[in-house]
């Protein structure tokens, strides 16, 4: 890798650790991995190597790389101008298809990352209820902000009534932000009400990823959603899910379809727009009129909507509404992550995975366990440098998987709809050979 090299090195007189965002570093291969060029299922670096993508741009490319749909989308929005800063016929038309999708999609609002949104939606909900506190689940992820970017890197210590003490995941947080800030531990309801009864009348809203990919993939119970939906209506509450990894990953498009469980906003992002950059702010009419301009809350952006991105994901949602398209991805699904416990099992490697539809966690060190999956009981089994020896050793046999950092929980991995059969075939070809090295 003498080119990734050399550049590396020149990057590190101008970014900030050599990388243009802290997760492009790589600390399995020492740097950020420099691309020459991506083409549907494969990334193709500047020292000529090929890597089989099962990082897929952390969720953005479930249609892979220079999808022909997308890159016609991209040339109409060049020859139309580039359109930015206003709303075209297209605006509506992909309010359309998201409204046909997405359940609880009765007013709409783009934005450009899932940062972006889920900050906008935890602001509605202050304004729609009057109240402060957020209600968060532990080892969750919603982007990187004060208003909730805590408990997903480490544990808290947790109180007799379940409550986990609010611990910022960055340096730079006043105390004034985690004071508004509530966590709790995922899939457990008898926590959840004891803490809406503590702080009752001051919920503005809970917030959570339906499965939790930001874990590996860790799914909620239905039950468990359907509490939390009844809770919610008796408390006034407003209930978030955060579809920025899920959307589109799964039949019938949302984990809020999957689980017949429709939340009062959600907030979607990385597949919608299929690597270009488009996130989604979407809810029940009464709570979305109080942004502006008929409510009072703000949520607007120079760069929201630009025409590129939303005709690319007019593409994405056309795609996902195809009969077969979700058949294809279930099927290699069942293919890639019936082959990897395959492996887990041959080679007696302690560990499993577990995905759903397109993305999927490797939880080495973990036995899968006869029910829930438990956040805490992960973090003390995962075994990190059995994840780091195999992405190591991945990467040398030309797969790429995302940096596994030092946990507490598994990355998510995933693949695209141009990932073929015969690539997730190769795939657990050279994977045999890593798992037999593994033992």
Partial sequence: MQKNKALFDRAKNYYIGG???????????GAPLYLERVQGSRLYDVDGKAYLDFH????????????????????????????????????????????RMIP??????????GTEVTQAAIRLARGYTGRDLCVRMEGHFHGMHELIWYNHNA????????????????????KCFRDVVKNVPFNDIAVLERI???????????????VSFNCGCYPARKSYLEQVRTLCDREGIVLIFDEVICGLRMRPGTAQGYYGVT???????KAIGGTFPIAALCGKKEIMECLAPVGKVG????????????????????????????????????????GINRLFQRHGVKGHCRGMGARFGMYFGVED??????????????????????????????LYFVDPGRGPAPSHCGFGIQHTEEDLALALEKMDGIFARLK
């Fill in 104 to 113: 609880c999609a009765q007013r709409i609002r783009l934005g450009n990352t």
């Fill in 263 to 269: 939340p009062d906003l959600a907030t979607f992002a």
């Fill in 155 to 174: 544990k808290a210590d947790m109180a007799g009534d379940g409550e986990v003490a609010t611990l910022p995941d960055t340096a730079g947080v006043p």
């Fill in 19 to 29: 990388v243009d965002a802290a997760n492009r570093f790589h600390s399995v291969l």
């Fill in 56 to 99: 897929t741009s952390a969720g953005a490319a479930l249609f892979g790389y220079g999808h022909p749909r997308l890159m016609e989308a991209a040339r109409q929005a060049l020859d139309r101008g580039a359109v930015m800063n206003f709303d075209t016929e297209d605006h509506l038309r992909l309010a359309e298809l998201m409204g």
């Fill in 299 to 338: 949520m607007s952006g120079t760069y929201t909507g630009s025409l590129m991105a939303v005709l690319a994901a007019i593409q994405c949602f056309e795609m996902a509404l195809e009969p077969d398209f979700y058949d294809n991805i279930e099927r290699k699904a069942e293919q890639l992550y019936g």
């Fill in 369 to 398: 366990p006869e029910t829930d999956l438990d956040w805490r009981q992960v973090c003390e089994a995962y075994d990190v440098e059995k994840n780091r020896r195999f992405v190591g050793m991945a990467l040398e046999e030309g």
């Fill in 196 to 210: 809406c009864e503590k702080y009752r009348g001051q919920i503005a809203c809970i917030i959570m990823e339906p």
